[in-house]
């Protein structure tokens, strides 16, 4: 599927992932554009704003589809978020998107756990990640009315470690004061290249 939308649209050949780091700090950048000085996988409570509450300031919805414990979980201002509907498992995407009831900006979490995992994170079956971006695509592409009116972005959260001719480049750092201490570094460089479709 990856390939056949590679083919078919527009690659993106310089995406690189927020920082030089695991999984969960690029994540966290997604939502918030920060990782909140962390550089590595830490697994607890993020206050920072995210995206999704600018988008609630400007009045456009939102909808996190997750086919199961949402990464987006992690910050805890949008659990107790007044609008109840926001988070929804991911077979209520394909329903939505039949019926061209999607929100303005909907993000989608894969499952992450279990031997049904489709993350296509290592170790996981690579063909269940291939299977639900084509569920995904099909069904935009199924409703002409939202089909005109989408824009998909399919990347990755990390490179997987493979060797990259073209080095990071430079990033502005998300505040002044961003730094780690522990690995002395000031997020001021880029990740490497990740896929982008």
């Given amino acids: 599927a990856l390939w056949t939308l590679a083919r078919e649209y527009a690659v993106c050949t310089g995406w690189f992932c927020p920082v030089p780091s695991q999984t969960w700090p690029n994540r966290l950048f997604i ?3 920060t990782s909140d000085g962390t550089l590595r996988n830490d697994i607890r409570l993020y206050w920072n704003e995210t995206i999704f509450e600018q988008l609630d300031a400007i009045h456009h919805d939102w909808r996190v589809y997750a086919g199961d414990i949402p990464q987006v979980a992690a910050f805890p ?8 509907d926001r988070f929804d498992r991911l077979d209520a995407f394909f329903e939505d998107a039949r019926r061209n009831r999607l929100p303005a900006y909907s993000f989608i979490e894969p499952r992450h756990f279990l031997r049904t995992a489709n993350s296509q994170h290592p170790l996981q079956q690579i063909r269940l990640g291939e299977q639900l971006l084509q569920q995904v ?3 935009l592409a199924a409703n002409p009315k939202v089909w005109r009116s989408s824009l998909l972005i399919i990347t990755h959260d990390e490179h997987g470690g493979f060797y990259d001719r073209q ?10 004061d961003s730094h780690n201490s522990e690995y002395d570094f000031g997020f001021d460089l880029l990740g490497p290249r990740v896929p982008a479709v």
Avoid: G
Wanted: net charge positive.
């Fill in 31 to 33: 939502h918030a554009a």
């Fill in 77 to 84: 201002r949008l659990l107790w978020h007044p609008v109840k």
């Fill in 137 to 139: 695509y099909e069904a």
């Fill in 167 to 176: 080095p990071p480049p430079s990033a502005v750092p998300p505040s002044p």
